[in-house]
């Protein structure tokens, strides 16, 4: 493709090149990790506000991804270690996993299992409280979100590749970023 120069006219109104975006592969992906950015903001906002909708009395101690470290706690009815928490959501921010763990403890939403003493050995269950917010948080979801979704031509399938192409690219990042952290200076 053709770069368009200061005297070539262009076509194209939108002019897509930029420092990232130098040919027609690079516009794409460059696309692609706005479209991340924008989705990663709004998905933030929705979290955080379905949070808030699921907290009693006006006091919003937990966040949305502190919401989300909740429902992956209750998948499956089963206690989960922070490092398996970690890996299902694809985090190895370990202090702030503690972090949110420890409002999730605070609010009365979860409760730790195991040793005191050995903190490999700990596990985290949520209580009743947990599980009736998380119950809160789904029946939210399935008013206000699903609805919207549905409403997606063919969306289950649309859906489904969109997560399929997300996760390839999720591993695609993290392949990079192990190779760029190789190149760092120290």
């Known amino acids: 493709p053709v770069k368009p120069t200061p005297t070539t006219k262009t076509v194209d109104h939108l002019n897509r090149h930029w420092h990232l975006s130098t040919s027609d592969h690079e516009i794409a992906l460059t696309e692609i990790e706005f479209a991340i950015f924008r989705i ?39 206690p989960k270690s922070i490092s398996e928490m970690g890996r ?12 949110s763990i420890r409002k999730l403890t605070k609010s009365g939403l979860i409760v730790k299992l195991g040793s005191q003493g050995n903190k490999k050995g700990a596990t ?30 063919a969306g289950d399938e649309r859906m489904g590749q969109v997560a399929n192409v997300l996760t390839l690219l999720s591993g695609i990042y993290d392949q990079a970023a192990c190779v760029a952290a190789t190149h760092r200076d120290i």
């Open 40 to 78: 990663f903001g709004a998905f933030n906002r929705w979290m955080d506000d379905l949070a808030a909708c699921c907290q009693k009395d006006g006091e919003q101690l937990c966040n949305g991804m502190d919401f989300a470290l909740l429902n992956v706690v209750r998948m499956h009815d089963r």
């Open 88 to 99: 299902l959501l694809n985090r190895d921010d370990l202090p702030n996993l503690q972090y």
């Open 124 to 153: 985290y269950t949520t209580t009743d409280l947990g599980v009736s917010a998380t119950d809160q948080y789904h029946r939210y979801r399935q008013e206000l979100l699903l609805p919207l979704t549905q409403a997606i031509s």
